[in-house]
């Protein structure tokens, strides 16, 4: 990067917030995912207006500039493509304000979601939005990819708690949207346009989120089952009866093997499918509701239900699930997560056809996912340093996208495209609604400068 | 780099999930301070992308080894082994630093020497100590003013504890023999803590040897000079391997992690036989002695601070706890917020990145003040040394003791 640039850059955050050694850009070369593409410069702003600046320097001298929160992203999502700018809003990390009235929270969007979880949850609120990397991701690429989790069946994902948002948008201006009310329609709803742009379409420095109040009891459930098709019936049967459990989370045979072999809990090597169900609520509610989904269960034959209620064996059950990420990369060190995701109904046959894939590539494809919402994250293992497989892979993940698309389903349910599923993208959305994504895009960034080449 | 390491580096899915439990990305928020930053530049200097160089050699001494990392990663990616070994390479690669090359070289040369001499580390002692610093340069070298680089040395007795001792409390007919692995933070920082720890043993009819020894070569390790680590510990194996005892004693943390990694330098039966017979002082008062202590009430609240070198050991979180809590009622345990992140001692570290270091160790300074403490116990000498600094820096006198102090102090 041109020396005036990084001089100017310097006079706007401090020098010590400019990085353009080369060993420490490496380390903004990647996100979760195995794509790479090195940055001419980073640069870690502290403020709103700083973002504005650098946003209006890149506009003026045409400098790509890619945003990143905590680089947890599953889509490539905040690489950089051939040098440009990459933008690290981490500094800005503060919970501003928790209106227990309003029940509603602002943040900066470096703000690490776990923690919005424990500031909230500690004056008795709840904010819904759980995605399983919480620890890590920010508030804002949470909004950036309008981010899902296991608690998205009952509370929706992260669009559905957006009140309102401070962005900058691509030629380096201030622009708020939204506000502090659930209700608001004035104009376009641009917080919602914002909300899933993947950094597309403007830095978002301030967020606004609805709030809602602390579930008072919850209840688990880790039931077996010795086929596929119980399991999915007991989901079927558990929503027409009216329970929406707040997880709902499948385990098929594959990963259930690989679990056991790992961590010893005593899982069925021969069982099909595991179903793990958290209710919440009130006592009284909670209580209702896990009678509904024994019986349930029991209706659909499982082979085993075990239920627990206090926090230590509630956390006994999830161990299952927990254990999963860490035994399935035994088999194979690179771990492609897929999020492909169908309408509930079609769950069977998605597993089904996963399992087909599977064996017509030669790839290990256990499942495990959100079974409440169709989220079922099709997980390939394989070993990146086989160029061979690695081929293979990709010609799976083709067929993985055509399969829940044939069924209703979407390419993505949470991770976003990036630039790992571009290529499909016409699949769903056909030129029409590729070319009303550009349009949009190019009227907003005329010069193209904010996160080029993802999406399309 | 070995093929378990190319192993182990092929595993990271750079999820990102070390961010949240690094002292040091907490700190700085930067990349190239957490494991997954280091492993892509690990990747980097494997596929000849990267070659050694200054930069390089920063990052990676930017680590406090302290293996939380390790600890939480979903996809077991041991990282600071990896560090570890990325350290070794750097010195083939690029020799040692100077600085360390100094003190390593003068311990070994002086531990040799000594060794036949009958003494011990003569180099660590006030006059030597300051003439090798003065005379390598070492202090105008670190990043540090004059008067933090002083505040920071450790003082140093004028008499060794082992100097003072005879080797050997011959009991008539003892519960257990044990050999006494004293460390040289104890040997020549804390000689209190190796007589608190003989004055329990005593008490409890455990008969106590402590044999010649040298450092336990972790200084060495951890900077990636593997062969003078080695000398260290074959050195200290051939002293221990022949004693008739049950166990090999230690009190700092760190000596018996570096004891229980010997088998990875040596693959020998020696090493591992050694290795078994390693025990925490902790651990051996709780498990092996079952200790019943006898205390009068003083209601002295007490809080804990994990070291990383024990906590991941067997028993190593709960045997200090469990032994803090047979002293009541004369000290009250009382669990501290954040009691097992790390105190940014490790090893030099404190020295050769003093501010980071110091910005580790305010949150463990905020837990205590908020435990409301009036003692802090540990279970390792460089831990205590670092706690010791960072809370008189912030103007605070609670004392910081390690845990067979307090025992000690229960014994009248
Ligand atoms: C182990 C693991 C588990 C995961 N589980 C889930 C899950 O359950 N559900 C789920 O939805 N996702 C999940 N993810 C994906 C990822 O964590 C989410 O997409 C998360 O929202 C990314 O946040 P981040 O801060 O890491 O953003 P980054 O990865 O840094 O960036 C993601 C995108 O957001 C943009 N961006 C970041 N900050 C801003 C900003 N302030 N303004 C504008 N654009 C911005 C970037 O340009 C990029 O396009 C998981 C990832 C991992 C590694
Ligand atoms: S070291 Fe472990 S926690 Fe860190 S990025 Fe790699 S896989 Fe994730
Ligand atoms: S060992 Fe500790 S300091 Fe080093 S990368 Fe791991 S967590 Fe960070």
Not at chain 1, 400 to 422: C, N, P
Not at chain 2, 32 to 42: D, Y
Not at chain 2, 360 to 372: P, T
């Amino acid at each position: 990067m041109n020396e005036h640039i990084i001089k100017k850059l310097q006079n706007i955050v401090g020098k010590q917030y400019v990085i353009t050694k080369a060993e420490e850009m490496i380390c903004y070369s990647y996100d979760g995912t195995f794509q790479r593409g090195l940055p001419a410069g980073v640069v870690f702003p502290a403020t709103t207006r700083e973002v504005a600046e650098i946003i209006g320097l890149a506009n003026t001298e045409k400098i790509p500039v890619f945003p990143r929160g905590s680089g947890t992203g599953l889509s490539g999502g905040s690489i950089p493509q051939n040098g440009g700018l990459v933008l690290v809003l981490n500094r800005m990390n503060k919970i501003k304000e928790i209106s227990k009235e309003d029940l509603l929270a602002v943040v900066e969007p470096g703000v690490i979601t776990g923690d919005l979880h424990q500031a909230v949850e500690n004056i008795g609120l709840f904010y819904p939005p759980d995605p399983a990397s919480l620890k890590t991701c920010t508030m804002g690429g949470n909004i950036a990819e309008n981010a899902g989790g296991p608690r998205a069946f009952k509370y929706g994902v992260t669009s559905d708690y957006v009140l309102g948002l401070e962005v900058i948008t691509p030629t380096g201006e201030i622009m708020r949207t939204g506000g502090r009310t659930v209700k608001n329609v004035t104009g376009y709803d641009l917080k919602r346009l914002m909300t899933g742009s993947e950094g597309t379409l403007g830095v978002v420095t301030e967020i606004t989120v609805r709030l809602v109040p602390k579930p008072k009891d919850k209840k688990t459930a880790l039931v077996i089952f010795d086929s596929l098709d119980s399991a999915a019936s007991t989901v079927a049967a558990i929503v027409t009866e009216g329970v929406i459990p707040a997880t709902l989370e499948l385990m098929d045979k594959l990963t259930i093997q690989c679990v056991e072999k790992n961590a010893r809990l005593g899982l069925p090597l021969d069982a099909e499918a595991i179903l793990l169900m958290e209710v919440d609520g009130s006592t009284v509610q909670v209580n209702e509701d896990i009678g509904i989904i024994e019986d349930i269960c029991k209706r659909n034959k499982c082979r085993k239900i075990e239920i627990a209620s206090t926090l230590e064996d509630r956390e006994k059950l999830w161990k299952a699930r927990r254990a999963v990420s860490s035994a399935i990369v035994q088999l194979k060190p690179t771990k492609i997560s897929e999020d492909a995701t169908v309408p509930r109904s079609k769950i069977p046959e998605m597993v089904r056809r996963l399992q087909e894939i599977s064996k017509k590539y030669n790839i290990h494809l256990p499942v495990f996912g959100h079974a409440g919402d169709g989220n079922l994250h099709p997980n390939i293992i394989a070993d990146k340093s086989d160029p061979e497989e690695m081929e293979r892979v990709e010609k799976a993940v083709g067929e993985i996208f055509k399969a829940a698309l044939d069924l209703g389903g979407t390419l993505s349910g949470e991770h976003g495209i990036g630039v790992m599923k571009k290529p499909y993208l016409k699949w769903e959305m056909g030129e029409v609604g590729l070319s009303y994504l550009k349009a949009i895009k190019n009227a907003v960034d005329p010069n193209n400068i904010l996160n080029p080449g993802k999406i399309f | 780099m070995g093929d378990n390491c190319k192993d182990i580096l092929n595993k990271c899915s750079r999820c990102g999930g070390c961010q949240a439990h690094c002292p040091l990305y907490s700190e700085t928020g930067r990349e190239s301070f957490v494991a997954r930053g280091k492993i892509e530049l690990l990747e980097n200097l494997q596929s000849g992308n990267l070659d050694w160089n200054d930069s390089l050699a920063e990052i990676f001494s930017t680590c406090l080894l302290c293996g939380s990392c390790t600890e939480n990663c979903p996809n077991g990616v041991r990282a600071d082994k990896l560090i570890m070994s990325a350290r070794k390479d750097l010195v083939t690669a690029r020799g040692l630093p100077i600085i360390k090359r100094n003190i390593f070289q003068h311990l070994l040369k002086y531990n040799g020497r000594l060794n036949k001499a009958g003494r011990l580390l003569s180099v660590y002692q006030k006059s030597g100590l300051q003439k090798l610093m003065r005379a390598s340069g070492i202090l105008n070298m670190l990043p540090l003013d004059l008067g933090k680089k002083e505040s920071l040395l450790p003082q140093i007795v004028s008499k060794s504890f082992r100097e003072n001792l005879p080797g050997l409390n011959k009991l008539s007919n003892p519960r257990f023999k044990v050999a006494y692995f004293t460390g040289c933070v104890t040997n020549l920082v804390k000689p209190q803590v190796g007589y608190s720890l003989l004055k329990v043993l005593g008490a409890n009819n455990v008969e106590v040897v402590i044999p010649e020894q040298f450092c336990c070569g972790i200084p060495a390790i951890a900077s990636g000079d593997i062969e003078t680590g080695r000398f260290l510990a074959e050195e200290n194996i051939k002293q221990f391997v022949n004693l008739e005892v049950d166990y090999v004693i230690m009190d700092c943390a760190t000596c018996l992690s570096t004891w229980l990694k010997y088998p990875e330098l040596f693959a020998n039966k020696e090493a591992f036989d050694l290795a078994k017979k390693v025990i925490d002082i902790n651990r051996f008062l709780v498990e092996i002695l079952d200790i019943k202590i006898f205390s009068k009430e003083l209601g002295i609240k007490v809080t804990y601070h994990d070291p990383c070198h024990l906590k991941r050991t067997p028993s190593g979180r709960s045997s200090p706890r469990e032994l803090l809590k047979r002293l009541s009622p004369s000290y009250e345990f009382e669990e501290m917020e954040v009691s097992d992140r790390c105190c940014g001692s490790a090893g030099s570290f404190n020295l050769t990145h003093y501010d980071l270091s110091q910005n580790v160790a305010q949150h463990k300074v905020k837990a205590i003040l908020k435990s409301q403490a009036n003692v802090v116990a540990s279970s390792c000498p460089s831990c205590i040394m670092q706690l010791e600094h960072s809370l008189k820096k912030k103007n605070l006198d609670t004392p910081v003791k390690h845990t067979i102090e307090l025992v000690a102090d229960c014994h009248q």
